[in-house]
């Protein structure tokens, strides 16, 4: 076991040096910064012995096998001898260990390390573009955000001197814009009550308050003349309660409304005018017209300082951008993603929820936001095309961008679940938000374009801005992954989606077939192990004979050939894994695999067993 | 008696190596020819006994050149004493099987339609496809017509917003299988071989047709051809190259490879740029020009037995100065 070990490492680790530095020093110009440039030649290194360790350890062993096969065959006289039971022990272990090795490199660190490398080859793009938009930002006078992308830059080339030198530039124009900013900051104090500015008021969350709650807070505000948040207490409770408390949520109500009427009517003054405007938000958000009461809030919110923190302002310009933000999303939200995106050029069909039909999705990329936990992407150039059961297209909508959320299934109501998430399994699904709005100007919309081909009068109801895709959120982003290329490691995930990629417009086999080449490939490995120590028995060096250094020579040969042979008997596995799960599906095949890796293992066992010594 | 038990062993070796490695083939070849008619979410028929037998007649020439390769490597590790007859045994079933088999193999895949362009199978529609640079959607398919939705998918423009999208109704294509067979591009995807294995099967390919043509381009031409079985032959003389039996193995490997790969090049004309002046400057350059895959076997066959008997001589003065080994291998 010794010999085994010892000539199995001599030769691995000499050979992977080799591997290595062939990857390490091959002739391609690396494609990345000066500073990134030995972590790339390092990284060519390491995929280079990646990809060849399966075959140095094949020869490692085989040679290992061969030295260290002299002494027990002298000792083994007829087949299935103990002594050769006891050698086939150790060698099991071994194979097992070499196997763990093999698998991990290519089925793990392989697969990581292209990806990595291929980001890194995307490393110049990147960097160009966050030059430009850090540019671009101190251009536009914001040094703040042109900051935050030139660190950003920096933490991919920490010594690029012309990033160095924005960066200086920029801090540079932000110290000056902050002096600007608190000279105009002290002079606009100066105007307002100071005591009044310090003080922020509470903002408003009904959604953890019980109807008696509202109802005493509607009194209290009733009491202090806040009439917009007695009347805003009371009428939320009058839609909440029920017919004990009604009455007095409905007198709250009117009373507060009362009393906003009497105001208004109050002369001409600057005062008043702000006060109407007030109620003209107000009176939008309570009748549910969110982006009218948003505007008419920030609107007020720009005018001046005072206005700007006038409690009332502050409560419902919050309240109201959080009710908008429930359906749309701010156009500034996707600014610069298109640089950043995940995927591009994504599609999938996904069935209706109700009716029959299907939907062809067409994405053009996908964003994932930074710190949502991958619960928020943005998707650029949704373009969705509706077909009902006899496959005719019933309408096509289009947007420049959409916005994915996450949602629990939890949080929907029953009628939501029930068409939606049908299947209990499903934790969250995706709401898509397909109108964007400015965050400043109410005449700057990007709307989803419907078009309805026959029906020239459709309602508004077929029109949603948003809603929800009957697909578990899992499974939206394994069909991402898997077109970056990344299909997911977790055996138990793939095997799910596989059952519902015919949903999804892709081939249930294609999943399988990948989970398969994984599963399987360890057990591959194993037998290829039992099978090059037979060879090894039947080729052994003679106990007594001296190992010469020139025979050092033959094993590049023998590297060759097991790489080569390897490819060839993988590719042999995947056609019958692919004929297995065209045949008899993907849990058969999975059980016919586990069979007959079984057989060849035991059968590699007992002719290792059958071998007989000198 | 012990003679005759070698040559027995090694007639039965021989004609399970040959009938084992065909059938293996045979089955290979039925699998892959199942999954290059399947179509996703089709049906699959695997056990199809033609393409099975033509599996067999496809790869029985192949595997005939690597035969005496494998009889080789077994005569390297037994310790008979009758390796000679072992030797013969194995050349004269090798020699007669190329050369009376592999042209009635020949004869029967002409007969067959193995190596035909088969019609590809009818698509399934629900699925996304790549074809002709295209994806498509196939909303239905029915024979050759079919309705889809076509979409560029050109990763260069993913910067622009929107996808050109055509909706295409009741469309004829011609559909056809791909570079490897496979009737759905889809299956085409997975099952795409990779550089080396694809190259090494192509290169089987194209040497077994030059062989059919061959064989069936009258005895000389034949007789020529069948040269490359005596270079693969002539590997016996290194099965005691070295002390060590996996060095043994070493060079029979090398050998068998190298004779392939020159015979694989002289086939695929890579020679014909040498020996284009030739037929000019008289008889003996024709005539070297006409037998070059004969004389560049024989050439093969003396520089292996040479370095056999160069090898035996080193190997036996090397034991005599180690003294009392009892020289088994050799």
Redesign the interface.
Known sequence: MKKIISAFLCYAIFASIIAFCVGFFNFEVAPVPQSMEIIYKFSNGLIALFRTIPSICFTGFLLGCSIAFGDPATKTEHRFSPELGKVLKKLLFMAIAVTLVISLCSLVFLPYEEAKQQSRRNVPFILNDYTSLTLKYMRNKEPETALRYVDRALAIDPKNENLLELKREAELKRKEQEIDELREKSISYAETNLNEAKKLPDLFDESKMTVKDMIAKSREHLEANDFFAAHYFAVNATRLCKADDLGEASYLAEKAWEELQKVQMEGDTDGMIFFRKKLAGYNALINGNFVEAYYVFYGLSQEDARKERDPDVIRYLDLSQKRLLDSYFFIDETEDLSTFENVNNLYFTLPHAQGGGYDIILIRGVTEIEGSGGLVRYLRGLQIYSFDTSNNLLYTVKTPYAKMVAVKVSDLSDNDRRIYASDPSTKMIPEIKLCSLSRSHDDEKRLPEYDFLKNENPRESDKPTKFFWPIPYQNFTMIEHSFAGQLHLNPFLTRKLSDKAPDYGFSREGFSFAMMNKIFYPFMTLVFLIFISIIAWNYRLAAHAIFKFKWVFILPLFNLIFYFVKLAVEYIIRIMNFVFIAMAGVDLAILAGLAFYAILLGAMILTFLARKGD | MKILKTVLLEVLGFFLLCVCGSVLGGF?FM??G??TS?V??GH?N?FLPETFLDGILICFPPIMLFVPMFRMLTL??H?SKNKLYGIITIAVLSLATWIFCVPICGKAIAVSNALEDKKPSELTP???RKMNGK?Y?F??ITGNYF?A?R?E???SK??????T?E?VKNRYFNFKRDAYGFSDS??GD??K??T??SK?FLGLVAMEKKTFEAASSGFLNWFRFSTIMLALLASCALISA?????????WI??STSLTIVLNYLYTDSFFDDLLKGFSSRGVFFEFVQLNFQVLMNFLIVIALVLSGILCMIFNNNHLSEIGD?DG??L
Do not use: C, H, I, K
Not at chain 2, 158 to 163: C, H, M
Not at chain 2, 242 to 250: A, D, H
């Open positions: 290979l699998l892959y199942a999954s399947y996703v979410g699959l695997v390297v590790r310790e629900g699925y996304f994806m959607y909303n239905s309705n939705l979409f998918n050109d990763y993913r910067n622009e917003q929107d996808r999208v909706l889809l299956v997975y099952l071989p990779p080396v294995v090494f070295s002390v060590w039996r996996l060095v043994s193995t070493f490997l090398l080994f088994d291998d």
